[in-house]
């Protein structure tokens, strides 16, 4: 059984856009320049958000961290996105979520200039990629792909089940690996909670993608022998051994199916840095112009 060792794989990675920063900026060209908004004070929030700072900081990106207090209106977070919009040093940003309830998400991805949009949850990209077309493509499927391939998964003809139909996740996730190409070429069955039985499409599985977000979801009785799971969730749970009361596990019960598949990615350590990797990817790509002009 193979670990997809997401944080071996993302300092690989770190390592090699290093070197073509380096490189553009040896060139004359000015570092790549990330910017976040982060609104309000929600703990994850804030830590996904530092570590993508400190990704910038190791690769010589150049970051802006706009911070905003819950409160905010609808429409100063958008003067805040017209802002850097209209600021010519800024490559790309993100704008971190959740967002608070009163503050409307479709409303503020349709505010992002979607040639800055490195998330790549704006319509434009979203139907860029819909259409197999260069795009930022949505930084965590981006994540998987990039780690699929590395790993050389092959997906070739493979029945590929994804639980969950996010806009961020598994609907993405679910074009992309239908789609012609490698990887890709997947006969893909996108799950939901309106499934009648999860059970027997995952037992059909030879790869699974799991973004629910219901801790340990996905049990051993639930996997085929030698499939690879590729377990998106990130919750938390109460964990009195530590010291801040909780751990993180993701939406498949790791040790229940860890003898029964042939690769699995761990929560935390999996996905979740390369999800932080693929935004640095469209950054650098937005940086240098490579899919808008
Ligand atoms: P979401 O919360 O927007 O939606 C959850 C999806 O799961 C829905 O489509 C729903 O239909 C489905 N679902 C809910 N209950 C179900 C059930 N009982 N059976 C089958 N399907 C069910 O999803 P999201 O934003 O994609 O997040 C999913 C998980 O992935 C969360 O834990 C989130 O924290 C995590 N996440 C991790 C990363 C990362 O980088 N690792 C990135 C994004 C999200």
Known sequence: MTILDGNALSSKIKEELKGRVEKLVTEGNKAPHLAAILVG???????????????????????TL???PANISEEELIDVIQMLNDDDDIDGYIVQLPLPGHINDEKITLAIDYRKDVDGFHPMNFGRMAEGMTTFLPATPYGILEMMSRYGIDTDGKH???????????????????????????????????????????LRADIIIAAIGIPNFIKGDMVKEGAVVIDVGINRVTDDNKKSGYRLVGDVDFDDVKDKVSAITPVPGGVGPMTVTALMLNTFKAATKEIYR
Do not use: W
């Not at 703990?43 to 900081?57: D, G, H, L, M, R």
């Not at 139909?165 to 990887?183: A, E, F, W």
């Open 41 to 63: 004070d929600n703990p994850a929030s804030q830590s996904y958000v530092t570590n993508k700072i400190k990704f910038c900081e190791a690769v010589g990106f150049t970051s």
């Open 66 to 68: 706009v911070r905003k």
């Open 160 to 202: 590929c089940v994804v639980v969950g139909r996010s806009n961020i996740v598994g609907t993405p996730m679910s074009i992309l690996l239908s789609r012609k190409g490698n990887p890709g070429n997947c006969t893909v069955t996108l799950t939901h909670s309106r499934t009648r039985d999860i059970k027997e499409e995952l």
